[in-house]
């Protein structure tokens, strides 16, 4: 048994005295006070050298430490976490790829932030793994949204961010002054003649890609489907559907900007510019097998048109235009479909329920009608 935790110091001092008392029965001294005969004899050594100071604890560090991380190592490992805000696997790695020597595992690296406060085990609770799923090559999927604005000195800042679900690699990290599509329509034109044209793109419910269940559709959702990009939109209130977008909003919030005040949305594009090549370009991702994300992605084959195509649909297709109001009519009945679409050709299609036809604009299903039911559904 250890000694009681109240007055050690007195209980030991205690016990040396009585058992240096002529006829002292040290071994059942040390019964009674609950120690072995080994840590009594040690005692009393101890006492019989130093006296009443010898008995205070000493310290178990070793004398030497020839495993010990290097002090530069250290220097380093405190830098990039000041920087970078990244934690021990990602710094490993990162030191690795900077050349240095030595480099000590992600084990010794966190216990060296933990040391020096860098880390609050409170927070690290909060960031269990989870079961993740991504798309099998770049460009398959992209996924886009809005961070929460910010105050800045002319205003507020709305980052628009795009990344590749695949490999997590940022197209697309804008400084936009509002969330109106046409703002968004204009970066992501940018974004396409540089890196191409993805497959698919997901987006929340919200302005400017949708409002609501009932309207999902938008003028700038309709530019991009007539790009020959498939729209999907997350179901209301399931944000971790774009799980990826929302952690990169994560990391945006730690490392920029929450450490800085931003005069004006270029002094945002600025900092924004430099933490991109850092993402794409240094930062090593865990989901990633500590690959960055410019090591999985690579640029689309599919290029952007400067004029967009025109819109052609089968033989056996009834065409139909939807009108101002947003809806149609077939076979004497009218069916809303979408004010994003009036003026536009459409196509119906019929299903295997012989009352149902799908309503296809360009490649995309919007809506299917049912002739029992003056009503569309998205």
């Known amino acids: 048994m250890p000694w009681a935790e109240v007055s050690t110091m007195s209980l030991r001092h205690e016990f040396v005295l009585l058992s240096l008392k002529a006829g002292a029965n040290v071994a059942e001294l040390c019964r009674r006070f609950g120690v072995s005969r080994k840590t009594g004899y040690k005692w009393r050594e101890r006492f019989l050298h130093g006296g009443p100071s010898a008995l205070e604890d000493r310290s178990r560090r070793p004398r030497r430490s020839p495993k010990r991380t290097p002090a530069p190592v250290r220097t380093a490992v405190i830098e990039l976490r000041r920087r970078r805000r990244w934690g021990g696997r990602k710094i490993h790695h990162r030191l690795h790829a900077l050349g240095h020597r030595h480099v000590p595992a992600p084990s010794t690296i966190s216990g060296i932030l933990k040391r020096h406060g860098l880390i609050d085990p409170s927070e690290s609770l909060k960031h269990q793994p989870l079961r993740r799923f991504e798309r099998a090559q770049p460009n398959e999927l992209w996924?886009?949204?809005?961070?929460?604005?910010?105050?800045?000195?002319?205003?507020?800042?709305?980052p628009l961010t795009v990344?590749?679900?695949?490999?997590?690699?940022?197209?697309?990290?804008?400084?936009?002054?509002?969330?109106?599509?046409?703002?968004?329509?204009?970066?992501?034109?940018?974004?396409?003649?540089?890196?191409?044209?993805?497959?698919?793109?997901?987006?929340?419910?919200?302005?400017?890609?949708?409002?609501?269940?009932?309207?999902?559709?938008?003028?700038?959702?309709?530019?991009?489907?007539?790009?020959?990009?498939?729209?999907?939109?997350?179901?209301?209130?399931?944000?971790?559907?774009?799980?990826?977008?929302?952690?990169?909003?994560?990391?945006?919030?730690?490392?920029?900007?929450?450490?800085?005040?931003?005069?004006?949305?270029?002094?945002?594009?600025?900092?924004?510019?430099?933490?991109?090549?850092?993402?794409?370009?240094?930062?090593?991702?865990?989901?990633?097998?500590?690959q960055v994300p410019a090591q999985r992605y690579r640029p689309s084959t599919r290029a952007f048109p400067e004029h967009l195509p025109a819109i052609?649909?089968?033989?056996?297709?009834?065409?139909?235009?939807?009108?101002?109001?947003?809806?149609?009519?077939?076979?004497?009945?009218?069916?809303?479909?979408?004010?994003?679409?009036?003026?536009?050709?459409?196509?119906?299609?019929?299903?295997?329920?012989?009352?149902?036809?799908?309503?296809?604009?360009?490649?995309?299903?919007?809506?299917?009608?049912?002739?029992?039911?003056?009503?569309?559904?998205?």
Request: hydrophobic share 35%; proline share 4%.
């Open 163 to 290: 990344l590749d679900d695949h490999s997590r690699y940022s197209m697309a990290l804008r400084a936009c002054g509002n969330e109106r599509g046409i703002t968004v329509q204009q970066a992501l034109t940018a974004t396409f003649r540089c890196y191409g044209l993805p497959e698919q793109m997901l987006m929340d419910n919200g302005s400017p890609w949708g409002s609501d269940a009932e309207h999902v559709l938008t003028p700038l959702t309709v530019w991009l489907i007539r790009l020959g990009i498939r729209v999907a939109h997350i179901r209301p209130f399931h944000p971790q559907t774009q799980g990826k977008d929302e952690r990169f909003h994560r990391s945006l919030e730690v490392e920029v900007i929450q450490r800085q005040c931003f005069r004006n949305l270029s002094h945002c594009q600025r900092h924004f510019d430099r933490w991109r090549d850092i993402y794409n370009l240094e930062r090593p991702h865990e989901s990633l097998q500590m």
């Open 143 to 158: 996924q886009m949204d809005f961070k929460g604005h910010f105050a800045i000195g002319t205003g507020r800042c709305h």
């Open 312 to 378: 052609e649909y089968g033989l056996g297709d009834q065409v139909r235009q939807v009108q101002d109001h947003g809806a149609l009519s077939f076979k004497g009945r009218w069916f809303r479909i979408s004010k994003a679409l009036r003026g536009y050709p459409v196509a119906l299609r019929p299903t295997t329920e012989l009352s149902q036809w799908q309503v296809f604009f360009c490649n995309q299903c919007v809506a299917t009608i049912d002739l029992r039911h003056p009503r569309a559904r998205s």
